[in-house]
């Protein structure tokens, strides 16, 4: 994997990890935020993996 995938897919666990957070800590509309957050970075994460994982499979 190259070294922006790597950079990506951290910075995509870190808003999902910020999400968390915030949808631990906040009330009533921005537990909504913090939820969109988590499921954003999460997705985005696992994408770039599996994006990287079927690159190398064309191989």
Sequence with gaps: MSGAKYLFTFVYALVAVIGLVT????HDYLQF?????????????????KRHFDEAGKH
Excluded at 23 to 26: C, D, E, K
Excluded at 33 to 49: D, K
């Design 33 to 49: 935020f913090g939820f969109a957050l988590l499921v954003f970075g999460s997705i985005s994460a696992f994408m770039t993996t």
């Design 23 to 26: 949808l631990g800590l906040a």
